[in-house]
């Protein structure tokens, strides 16, 4: 659980531009109505029917729902070969604007301080939307990711670059995933779902 941590430690800012670039992005055309599609991505309370990673997601008590300075916290799960980790973070809401875009930060284990940004952003075309999904790494983000950066800075570079993929290959499967619900009733023959990386 973050916030149990003990103060946040100054990151260390010889990995800032290494970090401040780093971005993720996937897109996939949808056939349906961007109502639909806005309705499924900001029900924040079904990402773990979608993506191989984000296991859970709920909204904060006291804090606004469905609107920009809400917060919902989210539980990832990764299995590897050397075992299982599950976290839980603090996410904020930085953008929301209905079938247009929706957009949060996610915060670090120590003080909720933003460590990284996702985004879902929706764009209308003539006879399907454009559903897209960003992430990007705060330059100074105390992710785990910079943590095990720091611990090996010769590795810094293939370290960014291995999660860069396992990122970008776990938003494929989530909007695969959301189109072949989206396009249930449709008759639209769907795609075979890309695997996620081990």
Not at 139 to 157: N, Q
Request: aromatic share 10%.
């Amino acid at each position: 659980m973050w916030g149990h941590y003990g103060p946040r430690p100054e990151p260390d800012h010889r990995l800032d531009e290494l970090f401040g670039a780093m971005h993720a992005c996937a897109q996939i055309e949808v056939r349906c109505a961007p109502a639909e599609v806005w309705n499924l991505i900001s029900d924040v309370t079904r990402i773990g029917e979608f993506s191989p990673e984000c296991v859970d997601a709920w909204w904060v008590p006291d804090r606004p729902a469905r609107a920009v300075g809400g917060r919902f916290e989210g539980r990832n799960r990764r299995i590897d070969a050397d075992g299982s980790y599950e976290w839980v973070r603090p996410c904020d809401v930085v953008v929301w604007e209905p079938e247009r875009e929706f957009s949060w930060t996610v915060g670090d284990r120590y003080d909720g301080t933003p460590s990284s940004r996702w985004s879902f952003s929706i764009r209308t075309g003539s006879s399907a939307v454009t559903l897209r999904q960003d992430f990007w790494h705060e330059a100074d983000g105390l992710s785990g990711l910079r943590h095990m950066a720091e611990a090996s800075p010769v590795d810094a570079s293939r370290i960014v670059s291995d999660r860069t993929a396992v990122l970008e290959n776990g938003m494929k499967v989530t909007l695969h995933r959301m189109k072949a619900l989206l396009e249930l009733d449709t008759g639209v023959a769907q795609s075979p779902q890309p695997r996620p990386n081990a």
